[in-house]
């Protein structure tokens, strides 16, 4: 679909410019504040795209809401997500590699994939939610 290719980068670009992850939906309306004329099943589709090639990452909520993030590193890797503010370190995961490897070839599978992203609270969330708390 190269004639949908403006769009694309638009949908690239805007997300290079978020902090964090985010919505389909959250874009749209950043891009459509900023002017563009982009429809939201477009930013969807490119959103798709991004993901299958590697140039974005995609995770589900656990609210279950598709999120996106433009990814910094390349190849698989994990991340540790902050659910108060959506502070994103990517991370290495050797152990899960091992471990993802050996149980699928135990009970017989091939091509297995996996997706392992943590959530929890960055220390900085922790710290302040801890101080309101007291
Ligand atoms: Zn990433
Ligand atoms: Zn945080
Ligand atoms: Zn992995």
Redesign the pocket.
Known sequence: MKRNTWQREAVREALDETEGFISAQALHSSLHASGSPIGLATVYRALGDLAATGEADSLQSPEGEALYRACTTTGHHHHLI??????TVEIAADEVEVWAKRVAADHGFTGAAHVVDVFG??A???RLLTANAG
Do not use: A, D, M, S
């Open positions: 902050c659910r108060n503010c959506g502070l609270l960055c900085n969330c922790t």
